[in-house]
C-alpha cells in the first residue's frame, strides 16, 4: 500500500532539507528522501566545505525560525575586498557603509547539517526515508509514484542485510538530488553544461593576525582564490587551479602548501600557520534548460549549479524556495487553482502552476548566472590587456558609491528579488494537513 504526500522531496542537502520545512509550515504533507545520514562521514551533502549565506537568506533563515540554531555557528562578513595579484587595483565593500551588521554569513556544511536534521524531525508532517534510495518513479494523470528501498537489520546481524522497498505518491517530486541527477537524466531533461577547465582546491586555515569578519576574493596567476571568515579565527579557503596542476598541489606537504598560498595571497592576514585537509573537485556550469515535467520539478544544483567563487549556488536555491513557497500561498489564498477544500484539487504538480513559479524565476536565474559566469572567466583570464583592465576597472568600481551600492545588493541577494520569507514574514499554515 502506497503512502501518500502533498509533495516528496529527494535529497537532504541544504536546499532539499530547508524546502520541507517551509512547505510544512504550510501545512504541506512532505516526503524526504535521503541515501545517507548528515552525521556520516560518507555525506557529501554536509562535509567540510563552507558556504557564504547573503544577507537575504539569513532572512529565510530567520523567517522559518531557524536562524537562532544556525547563528551559532555562524561567521558573520563585514567586509569584502577584491583584489588581483601583483596589481594595485582593488574593490571594497564594508556593512557599515550601508549601516547593516553584516554583508552575510559563513556556516560549514557540516555544521549546518545536523542542525537543520534536528528541525526536520520536529514537524510531524515531515516523515524522512533516510538512509533510502530511489529504485524507480513514475508520473500518473494526478500523482507521481516512488518506489524506494531501505536497507534494515536482521535480529542477529549488526549488519544491514535486507532491503525493504516502499511505495509512495505524492502530487509534485522536487528533484534536489544533485548537479549530476539521475532523475534529471532519468527524463532525459536539457541540462547545458559548460567545463570551467578548473578545480577548486578547498580547506580550512589559521592564520597569525584575526580576520575580523572580512572575506577576500583574490584572482591569482594559478586562478580565483577566495577566503571566507569562520569562527575560531580560522579561514574557509577555496582556490582554483588548472585541473593538470591540481593534483599537484593536493600532493603537495603542508608546508609547501602554505608557502604557494602566501605567495599567491600576501600578508593581509599576517602568515598562515595551519592548514586543514585538503579535498578537490572539477568545476562546471550545470544550468537546466528545461525544469520540470511529468510532475517532477528540479531544485537545487539539479536546477543550477555555479562557480564557487561568487558563492551565490546555495543562496539562488533558497531564493527559489522563498519563491515556490509564495507560489502556493498565493494560490491557495486566491483559490486559483488550489483549494484547501477540495482535496482532488491540491494539485501541486500540475503543468501551468509550475509553469507559473518558472517564469517568476527566471530574470533572477538569468542574471545570477551571467554574473556569476562572467565573474568567473573574467577573473580567470591572464591575458595582459584583459588583466590590466580588470584592474582599472576595480579601481574605477571603488570609486563610484551608487556602483559598488549594486554591487553590495546584488552580494546580499536583494537585486531585483522579494518574497516573504526576506521580508521577515513567518510562514502560515494555510493548508488543511492530508496527512
Known sequence: MSQSYDIVITGGGMAGATAAISFAQLGLSVALIEAVEPEQELSTSYDQRAVALSASSVAIYRSLGLW????????????????????????????????????????????????????????????????????????????????????TQTKDSDTENNQQLSTIDASLMIAADGTYSRIAETLNLPINREPYHQHAVIANISTDKKHDNHAFERFTNEGPLALLPLTANRMSLVWCHKPENADEVMAWDDGHFIEALQQAFGYRLGRITKVGKRYQYPLSLHHAQQHFSDRVLLFGNAAHTLHPIAGQGLNLSLRDIAALTDCLSNACLSNSRLSEHAESSRDFGNGEFLADYIQSRQADWQQTIIATDSLARLFSNDFLPLALVRNKAMNLINRLPFVKEQLANAAMGYSGFSSRLTRGLANQPIFKASK
Open 68 to 151: 537562532s540554531e544556525l547563528e551559532s555557528v555562524a561567521c558573520p562578513i563585514k567586509n569584502i575586498h577584491v583584489s588581483d595579484q601583483g596589481r594595485f587595483g582593488f574593490t571594497r565593500l564594508a556593512a557599515s557603509d550601508y549601516l547593516i551588521d553584516s554583508l552575510g554569513e559563513v556556516i560549514l556544511l557540516e555544521q549546518a547539517g545536523p542542525i537543520l536534521w534536528a528541525a526536520l524531525k520536529q514537524y510531524p508532517l515531515i516523515d524522512i526515508y533516510c538512509p533510502a534510495k530511489l529504485e524507480k518513479f513514475e508520473s500518473e494523470k494526478n500523482y507521481c509514484r516512488l518506489t524506494i528501498s531501505q536497507s
